[in-house]
């Protein structure tokens, strides 16, 4: 084990990307190896092999690919969907707008369930729109990142049968059991729960969802992100061979490897990870309640853990909070959805921040949260 | 700057992930900084600028987007072809039937001009091409990695007018002038000439080409290679502005502007980089040729001087030489090339490597290569 450990910085508390640990900087760090050689075939392999483990999911296949989350859409609108194909996005937000969009780009016809603005679509509201039409997927964004609002995926799998999860925000930070669940198809990136540094598009298939796209007539609509391209290449690494399509990132996987690693292999359990992202949220939501203010999400039923959007005092904006918190060292964002955006904004609690209670992190956030929002009171009031 | 020192290693000289410097990699492992801060916004309105600085652009639209080299492609499909545009692609390899093969997945009718092994398209060749029908664009490989073999990139862009240079390979590695030889789509990655770790997709559009994107009447074929999407960010950042549509790979995105700051602002000129590669390439053939070794390259004119591919000596195969140099502490690569990979192999000498000579890369690939070329043959006389 080295020794190397990373510059000093502001603490990054953003729905990602987010803190990460010293060892898996220093994998990114490792100098590039070549990505046919006996050194790194394992580094994928490990991934591909412990990416299934943290989803609980015996056989999914997987694809690690160079590309940011949003690829992962990509991925299942080309491979997934064939023109004319009727999708139902079950849209919480702004991601559910641009799954939507992305869906169309390929030829879907997309009928979406809005959820207003912080609430999840509803049992019911789900129900209602599988009675009036057969559709071939139904999406839907585990946390929509613009809200911090968490979508109930095992209700959804279980109401649905074929299901699509955006879980780029979730994996690793909240509990996601594919198999269980009847996920077909969850879709994630390295830089949230996952603990690495972005550039990684994640996604998990089931073998339901690999036998649809074996059964598409059409070619699929892409070279990049096609599987026909990819299941070879990953199915080789696991089993140990290397082939070429295109030159994985070689740095990156090993980081992502090594998060994997600590995820999967450290003293915490997923389990325990799980319930130490609902401690943090907890926390975090408490001490912002203290102080008067209101969360995004309608209700904690569906406020995310691995994330918080917290509405802004009356009179207050974005550029009161947001740099105050950054000159103390702490690293929050502004809100991003098109209506409120201004009206709210958001912090991240994932990964190390949350596990390794040690760093003091959460303890540091909700200090500078409580100082910052009562100077800006107490300005108001002067 | 720090003192990071990266892990003893084996030396990498395949054509692409490349040796980087340390402090390229130490930028790869600085703490993820959130893509909307006002630190990370420089650098990457830095990497834009200077990408463009080194193709020799005074206004190339630049995309840095996260992803394999192979997405610079789609990237070109998706945006400048429409179904049933005609495009000529000059075949030197395996990558010029990896790209014909992307461009058909969006709909463009490819015609080919087939090198033969070893060799690239002439301007005779081209000429009658072109005068046999009209084409959208013009495609071709610079350097085909699996071959070796340089296209005349000045005499494409100065017949053609409009094209399409598939760069991955040869970026900062061979002279490239975008404007002054007419070049309107260089596409490349990160981990070749351009010196960082593999994971960015890196194309630079003329303003003809843009407007050609501009004026295409259906909608872009895909939704994360869109430019539609991608040019107000990278306008946004270049700016100074943060914009979001994915979440850009900081931590690449920061090693990549680290590179270029040494390429562009180093003690050695782009000119004096182009030499050196040169240079390091006559070295690395001339050993080769005096142990009585083959170049896959028909002539020294279409030679490559960022890597050699090289024909095995009679009885040898792959096996024999590569194991051997990698143990050795050199690795080099096999071919790539579906009929003849058997019969040769490559060495990269790219970036680091060649340009600071005091590492001493470049003897010792040459050493090591002539000792275990020896071995081999005195093994066979055995």
Known sequence: MSTFKQEPHKLLVIPGPIEVTDEVLYANAYPPVAHTSAEFIPVFGDSIRLTREVLYSKDAQIFIIAGSGTLGW???????????????????????????????AYGAHVDEVRADFGHAVTQAQLE?????KKYKLVAFTHVDTSTAVLSDAKMIGETVKRVISDAVCAAASEEIRMDAWNLD????????????????SILAASRKAIAV?????????????????????MNAYEAGKPMYFATPPVNLVRAYRQSLLE???????LEERFALHREAAERVKAAATKLGLKMVPASPSVAANGMSAIYLPDGVGVADIVPRMAARGVVVTGGLH??????????????TTVVNKQRG???????????VVNEVKHKQNA
Request: some cysteine; hydrophobic content about 40%; glycine content about 10%.
């Open 74 to 104: 990509d991925q299942i609108a080309a491979n997934l969907v064939e023109a004319g194909d009727s999708v139902l996005v079950l849209n919480s937000g702004y991601f559910g707008d641009s799954f939507t969009e992305c869906l169309r």
């Open 128 to 132: 209602k729109a599988l009675s009036a």
């Open 185 to 200: 198809v969850v879709m994630t990136a390295s830089q949230k729960g996952l603990g690495a540094p972005p550039g990684l």
């Open 213 to 233: 796209f074996e059964k598409r007539t059409s070619p699929v609509a892409g070279f990049y992100a096609s599987w026909k391209k990819w299941i070879p290449i």
């Open 263 to 269: 995820i999967t292999g450290g003293p915490v359990s």
């Open 338 to 351: 098109k209506d409120t955006k201004d009206k709210y904004f958001r912090i991240g609690h994932m990964g």
């Open 361 to 371: 992190d959460i303890d540091k956030v909700i200090a500078v949260l409580t100082d």
